[in-house]
């Protein structure tokens, strides 16, 4: 089992800068693929970036690349999002994912919200 807790959500101005955080704990050892995903209401959810734990190939979408960055502590107990030049289209419910072979597993989301 792997658990996932983000944080570090809230609310930011147009062009300002936020760090999420997703603490991983249990068989992290198991964890090949980690990633954040986006959701809002009535839509899909969507890939954000992705990041592979062995080697750190980084994956992005169009709409954050150059903008976001994903990252790992050394230990690999915590995942990271940099936000930085964010547009009132980057609202929306932030989700940790971590992939292991037998299954997917979810965090249950931060809120970030774009506004002056």
């Known amino acids: 089992q792997v658990q996932l807790e983000e944080s570090g959500g809230g609310l930011v101005q147009p062009g300002g800068s936020l760090r999420l955080s997703c603490a991983v704990s249990g068989n992290t050892f198991e964890i090949y693929d980690m990633a954040w995903y986006r959701q809002t209401p009535g839509q899909e959810r969507d890939l954000v970036a992705s990041i592979l734990t062995a080697g750190g190939t980084s994956n992005y979408a169009d709409s954050v690349r150059g903008r976001f960055t994903i990252s790992r502590d050394g230990a690999g107990t915590t995942l990271f999002l940099q936000m930085t030049s964010v547009e009132p289209e980057d609202t929306a419910v932030y989700y940790c994912?971590?992939?292991?072979?037998?299954?997917?597993?979810w965090g249950q989301g931060t809120q970030v919200t774009v506004s002056s």
């Open positions: 994912n971590a992939d292991t072979f037998v299954r997917r597993y």
